[in-house]
């Protein structure tokens, strides 16, 4: 196959991805360059089989590529984006869900949360964090003056429930994900709240332990990330409570720092 006919398909399927999750991704140095089929002859081997160079991406990986730099062109509305993760039928977790579970806040707010996925409660609701963890996690919130109801937002690294609360699979991760970046495009928050080790690691596309990294702050296209200990976590240790609340407590510390700059 000519290169021109592989970058041709490969356009068709960004644009089918774009219109599909509202996010357009940008171009980046991580662009798979695509380069002409070479045939290679094999003393012995027939004229039907071939050696191919398909698809070359220069210094990238899958995370790279999905974690590109968010500069991008973006036509709907918060409500519109969230409408369509209600009809996503991307990927497996399609077929167990009850409900989809795009998200739930305001529309600008100080402080994006991201969880891992929907458990049962969350599911049965549509709503994020509703069930044990999540009235731990509005109480954790509460403590340095946050709230879904007036200055955060709580989304999932996936929108549907993975069965038996598995941890979601990395291609249900990767066909989810632009969602959450239309989400974080949209949203615009000033600092983002991973909790767990999944969401942390989705975000920065980098091998994170939270035992040892916990409180620590990454970037994810120029907003502060911290990773802390998922609600879950805490209500199966409560040993964990206090490393949890200095993480809080830095988090805080820098937030306030940047809504006074
Ligand atoms: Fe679609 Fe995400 Fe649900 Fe999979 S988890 S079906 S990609 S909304």
Same mark, same amino acid.
């Given at each position: 196959m000519k290169k021109e006919e592989k970058q041709l398909i490969y356009t068709l399927l960004k644009t089918a991805d774009a219109y599909e999750s509202g996010y357009t991704r940008p171009q980046f140095a991580g662009e798979p360059v695509f380069q002409d089929d070479t045939e290679v002859s094999f003393p012995g081997v027939t004229g039907e089989s071939r050696q191919s160079s398909d698809v070359e991406m220069p210094g990238s990986s899958p995370s790279m590529t999905e974690n590109a730099s968010a500069t991008m062109t973006q036509s709907l509305t918060l409500d519109e984006l969230n409408a369509k993760i209600l009809r @996503?039928?991307? @990927?497996?977790?399609a077929r167990t869900r009850n409900n989809v579970v795009p998200g739930m806040g305001v529309e600008h707010p100080d402080v994006l949360v991201i969880g891992e996925g929907p458990g049962h409660d969350e599911d049965m609701q549509g709503l994020p964090f509703v069930g044990k963890a999540g009235v731990l996690l509005d109480r954790m919130l509460a403590a340095i003056g946050l709230d879904r109801k007036t200055n955060c937002y709580i989304a999932n690294i996936v929108k549907c429930r993975p069965p038996e609360n598995r941890n979601p699979m990395p291609d249900e991760q990767s066909a989810c994900f632009s969602f959450l970046e239309a989400q974080i495009h949209l949203l615009k928050p000033k600092m983002i709240l991973c909790m767990g080790k999944i969401a942390i690691e989705k975000i920065t596309g980098q091998n994170i332990s939270i035992n040892a990294q916990h409180g620590e702050f990454f970037e994810y296209n120029g907003i502060p990330v911290m990773p802390t200990y998922h609600p879950s976590a805490l209500l199966r240790n409560e040993e964990l409570k206090r490393p949890a609340w200095e993480d809080l407590k830095l988090f805080k510390k820098r937030l306030d720092e940047i809504k006074n700059n």
């Open positions: @996503c039928t991307r @990927c497996g977790l």
